[in-house]
Each structure stands twice: as C-alpha cells, then as structure tokens.
T-cell receptor, first 113, second 113 residues
C-alpha cells in the first residue's frame, strides 16, 4: 500500500520562473492538501482539493495555484517565483473532503536563487 | 491567521526521562492533533483529539485537549533515542465548515543516550 508520494524531491529555480510540483495521494484517499514549510517553522496551509475543485485556501497569493486530476493526484503551481518561496512543500492526503487524519508525503524542497 | 505557540522551543533530555510540551492558541479549536517530523520526511500523525478534556494515549505518548479548547498538551514517558524529532501541534477550527489546519511552531526534542 503506497503512501503519499511527491515529485521531484528537490528543485532549484531562479526568481521569476514558474514551478510545478506533483503529489499522488495514499491509496484510497481522495482529498489533497498542500502546505508550505519554511525552515524552522511549522507547515502553513496553502489550499485543499477535493472532487477536482479547490475547497479551501489559506493566506497565499494567486501566484499559487493547483489542480486535482480524476485519479485524485494533484499539482501545485507557483508562478513568478520569489526568494521567499524557498521552502519544503508538503502534500497531505485524506479521505472524504473533511478527513481530519491527514497523511503527509516527504515533501519537495524548492530553492529559489 | 491563527497563531499556535508551542513551548518549549527545544528540549535536551536524558534517555529515560519524561517529556512535557504544550501548545496554546489565541482562538478555540474543535480538533487538536500532534505530529512528529524527522529530517527529510513529512510530519507523521501521533495523536488526534476531538473533545475538550479528552485524554488519549498512543503507547508512551499521552495528549490532552485543554478544557478551554485553546490549548493542548503532549507527554512522552520514558524517552528513547528514536523519540528525537520535531513535534508539532495542529488545530482545526470547525471540520464542518472547512479543513484548514493551523500548525504550531514546533518543539525540537533531543534525547541523549
């Protein structure tokens, strides 16, 4: 039973570029949430996808967008990258939209130069 | 956004000692969760609490949902080297209206053999 998987594991971009991160939820899960974790801090909620729609969004600008596919996998897109976007991006999956027990992937480490 | 403050920020203890940490919020939460994160990995759910006053155990870990709903506590008994990691609390305001978790700042635990 595969857990939550994310790709790539590491990524280096320069300011102004665009990036796409990918997530496959745990088997049986249909809800994907994305978090940004800056160094030394707790994860911050970006948004959640359920039934291919964004259900809730945290305090992040429109440069952050996402998508959920029919197979429940998800993408996080960040446009016009800033230095401050450097962080670990975590994907968490759960079941049924309001699933409290979220399972996290290992994350994608994004460095913006 | 909501602020969850964890204390202490870091702990250095001898193997076999008990550990206590807490998390406080400026607002009321209906669900509290405790996660552990190790280097290079995503957070792993340890304990979930759903009712004010609830006391729940998971092996050597015990967590409590504060009566005021603005705080939660985690205790680890008889610590062992594999307890090393960063412990995060997370709160959910109302699972019926949204699924946005707010994470604390983390408590870093070091266990000295």
């Amino acid at each position: 039973d595969a857990g939550v998987t994310q790709s790539p594991t590491h990524l280096i971009k320069t300011r102004g570029q665009q990036v796409t991160l990918r997530c496959s939820p745990k088997s049986g899960h249909d809800t994907v949430s994305w978090y940004q974790q800056a160094l030394g801090q707790g994860p911050q909620f970006i948004f959640q996808y359920y039934e291919e729609e964004e259900r809730q969004r945290g305090n992040f600008p429109d440069r952050f967008s996402g998508h959920q596919f029919p197979n429940y996998s998800s993408e996080l897109n960040v446009n016009a990258l800033l230095l401050g976007d450097s962080a670990l991006y975590l994907c968490a999956s759960s079941f049924g939209g309001v699933g409290v027990e979220q399972f996290f992937g290992p994350g994608t480490r994004l460095t913006v130069l | 956004g909501q602020q969850l403050n964890q204390s202490p920020q870091s702990m250095f203890i001898q193997e076999g000692e008990d550990v206590s940490m807490n998390c406080t919020s400026s607002s009321i939460f209906n669900t509290w969760l405790w996660y552990k994160q190790e280097p290079g990995e995503g957070p792993v759910l340890l304990i979930a609490l759903y009712k004010a006053g609830e006391l729940t155990s998971n092996g050597r870990l015990t967590a409590q949902f504060g009566i005021t709903r603005k705080d939660s506590f985690l205790n680890i008994s008889a610590s062992i080297p594999s307890d090393v990691g960063i412990y995060f609390c997370a709160g959910l305001e109302n699972p019926n209206t949204g699924n946005q978790f707010y994470f604390g700042t983390g408590t870093s635990l070091t266990v000295i053999p």
